[in-house]
Structures are given as structure tokens and as C-alpha cells.
């Protein structure tokens, strides 16, 4: 089959556009005898009748998995080097109370960046000292409950907060742990990183600053430096971009190894998922390894000690055991400049379940969910139900051409900044998000009804 000419030239026709690419799909995703679409053993048509649709479906065990996985690689690798890593899960990817447990079990730490975040996961029963907070404007409040429950580490990202962290510890009694972030001038992105004196963005201090702000924070008796922090972007498949802010990061660190102990290196998130099929993130043992050598090397330039290394992957723990279950409403065939035809198929969900392709311009991948179908395949754009033309769930992909109003679909790589994203737009309720293992489909935070929407607004007190 001839590909359409509205097609991306990226996405080639399917031999079989029932396939589940096994990097985008979690692993315990598959066809069932009859075509359908199961994840750990739960059929879509079964999870859509029992929670409705749109449905946030994650895979247990997968995201345990590649939790255990991300732990003990960067653990072996490190071990082989000398030293030893601190993982903390990112909380702003995904966080309910079960996932932070989940999280805790796999042995890791937890990253929150809001007093909502931190909230989960001390409901969690997380220990404080396994926790982190970021932001790069935390609330003295914030900050004052963090170091009241004697989280573990705070990530500084300005000269103000030095003092209210400083304050907060000395009312607590307390020697607060802290981390600096800088900003490297490093921006990485997918294949690309830019590289840059100084960065114009809203994190961090710049790393000409670093000496003077380090000085600060040790001034305190209340804060213990840590170490510097630095996350330079996001959806990242080279390795290139953490040499370069290991290699700039570690100038800094050298020097400030003179004016005291630095027994810390963090350098963040944003490891490349795959979302698509021609998306080809970096086996997880294989990014370990780099990145020991990235640090030994670096230290070893330096002649100093290699840093016990801190990570804090998000999306590539919780992203691909993820999927999201629509069903098609509207089905239109699109004649695009007369010359080629575009299929809009529209879901009962949309921006306000993943606002990731109208934000970023991101690509997912999507298929029939409730059966499988030998129909040639026919490029579709899936399209949400908001009132807004950019409200777009999968930009391109191709389908069985018989995709038909009651379709379930399944979009694969949900499970990071789709839900934890969500917004009422439109005022929709926020879909339920369920966990599957073994067979069983359990709850793991319920979805919004329109009576808890409007329980909310005060209008209807008046009358
Ligand atoms: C400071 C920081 N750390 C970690 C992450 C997690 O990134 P990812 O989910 O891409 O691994 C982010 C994401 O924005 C971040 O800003």
C-alpha cells in the first residue's frame, strides 16, 4: 500500500496495524486469542464497561519493574566505579499514593516538587528522609513543612530561598540537607543540546554564581550542602548533553571541593521514552553504564573523588506502563487540499486528559483496542472533544480503515504528565485511573463526576 501523502515521513504504513511495538507498549500488554487488546490480562472491553472511558489503564508490574530496573543498573554500574547512586522517582510525572509505594518498594527516593506532591507521598508512609523538594518557588510554607517532617533534601534554586530553608531548619532544630541547582547553560532535547554561556530560563543559578551562593549556604548551621543539581531538559536519547553539564558541572564542583565536603552530584531527569515506533530510547543498563563513565571520566580529569550520583527519572519509570482507553464517537474522512484524505477520529476524551500534543507538539501512537481487523490501513488523525482545533490526542498514525463509532482505542506511553496534567477543560471530570496485575483492575484514584465539579462552585450555595 502506497503511504498518504499527508503522512509524516516518519510514520511508513504497517504490515499489520494491529502490531503492539513492544518498546511503546508496557510489557504486559497483548492481543488476546480474539484480537482484543489485554493488559496484564484484563480485556480493554472489560476495564472500559466496568471504569467507562476515557480510562488511564497502568501496568503494575511494569512500572515496578522498570523502577527495580533503573535502581539496580545505576547501582551495578556505580558500584563498578567506586561510588553509588540515589534514585529518585519524579514525582511530577505520576504520583498517587500506591505508585509512591511502589516507588518506596523498588528502593527509591521521591522527588516531589510541591507541598501536593510532598502531601502523597507522606501519605504514602514514604520516610521523610526519602524525600525531596524542588521548585524553583517553593512557599515558606512549603518549605516549612518539608523541613518540619525532616525531608531529606531541598533542591535551592535561588539566593532568597537559602534563607528561608536556613530559617525554617534553625525553628525545627533541625540541619536541613540541601542541593543547589544550577543552570549549566546545557538544553537537551530528543537528539539535539544546546550548549550556551548562560541560559535564559527560570531555574538554577548560574554556574559563574555557584562559589558565591555555595559560600552562603555554608555561612548556615542549619544547611548542610549536598551537592550541585542540574536537569537540563527532557525526552532526551543521547547522552551527550549530561557529559557536557557533567563536564561543566564538575569545573564547579572541583573548585568547591577546596571550601568543603561535596559528597553529591545530581543530574536530574529526562531520559527518552519510546512513544512511537520509531522512537529508540536507550536500553536502561546501556544509560547506566554511560553515565558511570561520564562521571568517572569527569572526575578522574579533575583528579578528585567520584560523587555518590543522584538521578531523577520520571517518565522513563512510569511513562510506557501507561496507556489511555477511548472510544470513538465521530468518524469524518478530512479531503485535504483535494488531494488527499485525512480521517479525523474523534475520542470522548482530549487536551484535558493529555495536553502533551497540543503543548509540545508531541507524537503518540494509537490502536484498535476492543478487537483487531484485517482492513487495509488508513492514516488517522485522533482528535479529542474540546472546543479548540489544536485539541489533538495522536497527530498521525495509521489504523484499520473500518475504525468505527463504539471503537475502543488504546494510545500507548501515557502514564507520565498525562493525568498528573489533566484539567477540567470544558468541564470534564478527570478520568479514573486504574492499576492492572494478574488479572485485576483496581482503582488508584477515582475520576471526577460532574457533581464534584460543580460541588465546587460556590454559585449554587446562593440559590
Ligand atoms: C528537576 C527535574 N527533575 C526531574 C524531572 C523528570 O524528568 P523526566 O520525567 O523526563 O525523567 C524533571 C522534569 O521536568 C525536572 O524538571
Known amino acids: 500500500m502506497q503511504p498518504n501523502p499527508l503522512a509524516p515521513s516518519w510514520l511508513s504504513v504497517p504490515q499489520d496495524a494491529n502490531a503492539l511495538a513492544t518498546a511503546v507498549w508496557s510489557s504486559n500488554a497483548a492481543r488476546s ?10 480485556p480493554a472491553s472489560a476495564l ?12 503494575e508490574m511494569d512500572a515496578r519493574g522498570r523502577a527495580r530496573l533503573i535502581r539496580e543498573s545505576f547501582d551495578r554500574e556505580f558500584a563498578r566505579i567506586g561510588s ?16 509512591a509505594r511502589w516507588m518506596i518498594d523498588a528502593g527509591l527516593n521521591i522527588d516531589a516538587c510541591s507541598g501536593g506532591e510532598l502531601a502523597v507521598a507522606l501519605a504514602a508512609g514514604a ?3 526519602r524525600l525531596g523538594l524542588h521548585g524553583n518557588n517553593k512557599s515558606v510554607r512549603e518549605i516549612d513543612r518539608a523541613v518540619g517532617v525532616g525531608i531529606g533534601a531541598i533542591v535551592l534554586d535561588s539566593i532568597i530561598e537559602i534563607e528561608r530553608v536556613a530559617e525554617a531548619a534553625t525553628r525545627h532544630g533541625r540541619v536541613q ?29 548560574p554556574l559563574t554564581e555557584v562559589a558565591e551562593v555555595v559560600a552562603l549556604i555554608r555561612s548556615h548551621s542549619s544547611l548542610k550542602f549536598l551537592g550541585l543539581h542540574s536537569h537540563i531538559g527532557s525526552q532526551i536519547f543521547e547522552t551527550d548533553g549530561f557529559a557536557e553539564a557533567a563536564r561543566r558541572l564538575f569545573d564547579v564542583h572541583a573548585e568547591l571541593l577546596a571550601g568543603g565536603p561535596v559528597p553529591e552530584l545530581n543530574l536530574g531527569g529526562g531520559f527518552g521514552i519510546a512513544y512511537t515506533s520509531v522512537d529508540d530510547a536507550f536500553p536502561i543498563d546501556e544509560l547506566a553504564a554511560r553515565f558511570a563513565d561520564i562521571v568517572s571520566a569527569a572526575a578522574e580529569r579533575l583528579g578528585v573523588p567520584v560523587p555518590v550520583l543522584a538521578i531523577e527519572p520520571g517518565r522513563s519509570i512510569i511513562g510506557n506502563a501507561g496507556h489511555t482507553l477511548y472510544e470513538v464517537g465521530t468518524i469524518k474522512d478530512v479531503l485535504v487540499e483535494g488531494t488527499a484524505v485525512r480521517k479525523y477520529v474523534s475520542v470522548d476524551g482530549g487536551m484535558s486528559d493529555n495536553i502533551r500534543p497540543a503543548l509540545y507538539g508531541a507524537d503518540y501512537s494509537a490502536r484498535l483496542a476492543n478487537r ?34 463504539g471503537d475502543l482505542l488504546a494510545v500507548p506511553a501515557t502514564g507520565a504528565y498525562c493525568w498528573s496534567m489533566a484539567s477540567n477543560y470544558n468541564y470534564l471530570g478527570r478520568p479514573p485511573v486504574v492499576a492492572v ?7 488508584l484514584v477515582r475520576g471526577e ?3 464534584d465539579l460543580l460541588r465546587r462552585d460556590a454559585g449554587l450555595d446562593a440559590s
Not at 385 to 399: F, M, P, T
Not at 437 to 443: E, F, K, M, P
Open 33 to 42: 486469542e480474539s484480537g482484543e487488546l489485554t493488559v496484564a490480562g484484563v
Open 48 to 59: 472500559a464497561a466496568e471504569f467507562g472511558t476515557p480510562l488511564y489503564v497502568v501496568d
Open 449 to 451: 463526576t460532574e457533581e
Open 127 to 129: 520516610p521523610a528522609e
Open 177 to 205: 540537607s540541601v542541593r543547589l541547582r544550577v543552570n549549566s547553560g546545557v538544553h537537551a532535547s530528543t537528539h539535539e543540546f544546546l550548549a550556551t554561556a548562560r541560559e535564559d530560563q527560570k531555574f538554577g543559578i
Open 84 to 99: 553509588s547512586v540515589k534514585v529518585y522517582y519524579a514525582g511530577k510525572a505520576f504520583l498517587s499514593v500506591e505508585v
Open 437 to 443: 496485575r494478574d488479572g485485576v483492575a483496581r482503582v
Open 372 to 405: 483487531s481487523s484485517d482492513a487495509e490501513p488508513a492514516l488517522v488523525r485522533v482528535a479529542g472533544k474540546h472546543c479548540e482545533s489544536g485539541d489533538i490526542v495522536v497527530h498521525a498514525e495509521y489504523l484499520p480503515a473500518d475504525v468505527t463509532p
